[in-house]
T-cell receptor, first 111, second 117 residues
Framework: SQQGEEDPQALSIQEGENATMNCSYK?????LQWYRQNSGRGLVHLIL?????REKHSGRLRVTLDTSKKSSSLLITASRAADTASYFC???????????FGTGTRLTVIP | GAVVSQHPSRVICKSGTSVKIECRSL??????MFWYRQFPKQSLMLMAT?????????EQGVEKDKFLINHASLTLSTLTVTSAHPEDSSFYIC?????????????FGSGTRLTVV
């Protein structure tokens, strides 16, 4: 399967704490993307990191990419209750014309 | 920015009937659109890649005759679930690309919740 693995599957933290989610994939990629999905809703694109980049920031989000380990992490700093959602990594694989999604992490931020 | 409109957002149908879901790119032309299926608390699984003017490419295990895909124009792809059964109940999401490979260009629809009773 080309689907990536994410861990943890579920994460529950207190508001204000940081949340870290990890993603591992199997193939060569052009880029890796992180998405957010509220329950029963569509996907919201959060951030994209290209294969030649190692770290990227966007607001309270920090993404790292280690192509040698085929892994990425998403850090959400100073979490808020509104950050409660499922987070998915998705790989844009070399030679493929679509995205392959990870298994997702369900984040709950407790007020 | 690029917008993809997906309709309906929710549909309930009886077993044995067919349901059509539309995916439209509103402000760009999409030669390629993608259809995903998502079961509760699970990830998105690619069902098929829809190519304008040609046959869709289905992922392994997805029944072509069950999930009919039509991409007749550069702004519209449709997914028809034929002879629906309760096990087809799921969340279906489409996406479209508006930029070349290696650049972010995937825009997702808001999804369709299909319930077959």
């Amino acid at each position: 399967s080309q689907q990536g693995e994410e861990d943890p599957q579920a994460l529950s933290i207190q508001e204000g704490e940081n949340a870290t989610m990890n993603c591992s994939y199997k193939t060569s990629i052009n880029n890796l993307q992180w998405y957010r999905q509220n329950s029963g809703r569509g996907l919201v694109h959060l951030i994209l990191i290209r294969s030649n980049e190692r770290e990227k920031h966007s607001g309270r989000l920090r993404v790292t990419l280690d192509t040698s380990k085929k892994s990425s992490s998403l850090l959400i700093t100073a979490s808020r209750a509104a950050d409660t959602a499922s987070y998915f990594c998705a790989t844009d694989e070399t030679g493929a014309n679509n995205l392959f999604f990870g298994t997702g992490t369900r984040l709950t931020v407790i007020p | 920015g690029a917008v993809v409109s997906q309709h309906p957002s929710r549909v309930i149908c009886k077993s044995g009937t067919s349901v059509k879901i539309e995916c439209r790119s509103l402000d760009f032309q999409a030669t390629t659109m993608f259809w995903y299926r998502q079961f509760p608390k699970q990830s998105l699984m690619l069902m098929a890649t829809s190519n304008e003017g040609s046959k869709a490419t289905y992922e392994q295990g997805v029944e072509k005759d069950k999930f009919l895909i039509n991409h007749a124009s550069l702004t519209l792809s449709t997914l028809t679930v034929t002879s629906a059964h309760p096990e087809d109940s799921s969340f279906y999401i489409c996406s479209a690309r508006d930029q070349p490979l290696a650049n972010y260009g995937y825009t997702f629809g808001s999804g369709t919740r299909l319930t077959v009773v």
